[in-house]
T-cell receptor
Framework: DGGITQSPKYLFRKEGQNVTLSCEQN?????MYWYRQDPGQGLRLIYY???????QKGDIAEGYSVSREKKESFPLTVTSAQKNPTAFYLC????????????FGAGSRLTVL | KQEVTQIPAALSVPEGENLVLNCSFT??????LQWFRQDPGKGLTSLLL?????REQTSGRLNASLDKSSGRSTLYIAASQPGDSATYLC?????????FGAGTRLTVKP
């Protein structure tokens, strides 16, 4: 079945550590996105990529980094520079950026101890 | 900057009731509007997508409408069931990235 796989589902991190969240899709979608969700707030865009080897910052990119070396993979690194990293992270993809349906993964919950 | 607001933030109804969830947005220049369902601790599942040229979409007991000129969309759920309990989010795609509302948390009581 086609879809988006995020891993790990739960992750705990000590302050000062970098962690990487995985996002893999087998939908042959061109565009991929990372969102952050906090309680009582709408999803906020961290980074997005419209094509391999290219990505753009979203509204809250500070303290995060991404790469897009393969069409199917868009990993997100939460660096120690992110001051409040505890959140639910959602990866999504669409056929192209623009007027297409977004498909989401199941999410990864990061907790900083 | 596009702002998306969903009212109410939470709603509790008895089983069988018809209900309406509201979504408003500040900039009518959008490509589409999408309604999602999110169960606790899970990702988002797309329910309905309305392109900017459309006025409504239907899927089973769900009907979504779009009025671009007034910056509003409604999600109508007919004959609600306990399995409908979830958070419902709307999102608009303007020129640029998608903008999400904070969601309406729906509880349907048996």
């Amino acid at each position: 079945d086609g879809g988006i796989t995020q891993s790990p589902k739960y992750l705990f991190r000590k302050e000062g550590q970098n962690v990487t969240l995985s996002c893999e899709q087998n939908l042959n979608h061109d565009a991929m996105y990372w969102y952050r969700q906090d309680p009582g707030q709408g999803l906020r865009l961290i980074y997005y990529s419209q094509i391999v080897n290219d990505f753009q910052k979203g509204d809250i990119a500070e303290g995060y980094s991404v790469s897009r070396e393969k069409k199917e993979s868009f990993p997100l690194t939460v660096t120690s520079a992110q001051k409040n990293p505890t959140a639910f992270y959602l990866c999504a993809s669409s056929e192209q950026s623009g007027a297409n349906v977004l498909t989401f993964g199941a999410g990864s919950r990061l907790t900083v101890l | 900057k596009q702002e998306v607001t969903q009212i109410p933030a939470a709603l509790s109804v008895p089983e069988g009731e018809n209900l309406v969830l509201n979504c408003s947005f500040t900039d009518s220049a959008i490509y589409n509007l999408q309604w999602f369902r999110q169960d606790p601790g899970k990702g988002l599942t797309s329910l309905l997508l309305i392109q900017s040229s459309q006025r409504e979409q239907t899927s089973g007991r769900l009907n979504a409408s779009l009025d671009k000129s007034s910056g509003r969309s409604t999600l109508y759920i007919a004959a609600s069931q306990p399995g409908d309990s979830a958070t419902y989010l709307c999102a608009v795609r303007p020129v640029g990235d998608m903008r999400f509302g904070a969601g309406t948390r729906l509880t349907v009581k048996p």
